[in-house]
């Protein structure tokens, strides 16, 4: 029974992580993530949304999957997974091992 209630807690706060691509303002320095004006008649395609999202999300071709979320503005990160905050996430090595990865193919 503890086995099952641990597995439902962790569905439970994956699906309720924070979708950062979502929010309208950074949490951290509160500038607007508000980018171009989505035009009305493609608005459908996107959600019914009327503003393309600034915030960067930080994709790991090695696991194939965007990892973080970032601020285009003050540059603060958030893990994908816990929406908590990443203080010290190494971008450059992200950037690294993505480049490594792309020039072996």
């Not at 915030?55 to 194939?64: K, W």
């Amino acid at each position: 029974m503890v086995l099952h209630c641990k597995t439902a807690l962790a569905t439970f706060c994956k699906l309720m992580s924070i979708d950062f691509s979502l929010l309208q303002n950074c949490p951290a320095c509160e500038s607007s993530w508000e980018g171009q004006s989505i035009p009305l008649e493609q608005q459908h395609l996107f959600g019914n949304k009327q503003w393309f999202s600034r915030v960067v999300a930080i994709y790991d071709q090695r696991i194939d999957a965007t990892v973080a979320w970032q601020c285009p503005d003050c540059d603060t990160c958030w893990d994908r997974e816990t929406g908590k905050r990443r203080d010290g996430f190494n971008l450059d090595r992200l950037k690294r091992d993505n480049w490594r990865n792309g020039a072996k193919k």
